[in-house]
């Protein structure tokens, strides 16, 4: 606890440090605007205090069960309190990225890493992904019949990539089948960009990019780096499968931000995808998206020889 209160404290004061002091030539409207961020990032930083005195509750007792050698115990725990830190984390969609609470999530999650070291690598899927699910069905058939017009596009994007790419996944402690990830985002397309200036083979945000090591400035983008991005979606994944346990919650996050997953779960208590869905907790696109990646991975695997998508991101259409 020790170790937290300064980060407590810079919770609480960072947002009057940060603010800039309006100059004496703003006219009462802008000081009252600028009165009006202050006390709101107060509030913020105030409750997200609160929910990291709370998530390191959860951290002692892991380290407590850590020390009489109960690793499941310890895994629980760890990651309830990454869901705590991860539920305050900014909507993505509002471009603000907290660095302290970013940071006390990637310790949470390392701590899950070091537990979580049997992450299958190789290219077969699970078999626990209920893959007969009615809407991995529909997109299949969509694959194999009105998308497959768009599959020669993919494909040569893809070979130009596919053997780096596997490298880096392996490396990283990611199952190549999650390959299918680039396929659904960009079709492999380094120039695809969203709406929300998700950019790249791997459509990253820019605070997601920065978090991970990718470089965004006026003379370069990282993002666009097929390597480079390349490696840091394998780490976020697996960061993701660390912090929920489950693939198809981990590729939910991706799609939808981890900060959004973590609320569904502390607000009910489901830790499982397709309950998610079938009780209309998820974005249309994020219960959408994830049955599309495990349909194209699937089809994939089973035959080397149809590669998916295009350049758009075919779970919207």
Known sequence: MSKLLPIILIFICYPFVQAQTPSVNQ?????????????????????????????????????????VGNKDEARKLFRQAAEVVA??????????????????????????????????????????????????????????????????????????????????FQKEGVPEWLLAVGLVESGYSRTAQSPKQALGIWQFIPSTANRYGLQITELIDERQDPKKSTRAAAQYLRDLYALFGDWTLALAAYNAGEERIAKIIRGTGIRNFWVMVDKGLLPKETANYVPAVLASSKLMNSNKNIKLGDNRNVYSN
């Open 87 to 168: 539920s305050a984390l900014p909507e993505r969609d509002e471009r603000r990225e907290d660095p302290f609470l970013s940071e006390y999530l990637s310790e949470l999650t390392s701590e899950l890493l070091k537990l979580d070291t049997a992450i299958k690598q190789d290219s077969v899927l699970p078999t626990d992904l209920n893959f007969s699910h009615q809407l991995i069905t529909e997109f299949s058939s969509y694959y194999q019949g009105r998308g497959r017009k768009q599959v020669a596009i993919s494909l040569t994007r893809f070979s130009q990539y596919e053997q780096m790419m596997k490298e880096i």
């Open 27 to 67: 006219t009462p409207n802008n000081i009252g605007h600028y009165m009006d961020r202050v006390l709101e990032r107060t509030n913020v930083a105030s409750e997200a205090a609160s929910l990291v005195l709370e998530a390191n509750q959860y951290r002692h007792s892991a380290m407590e069960a850590l020390k």
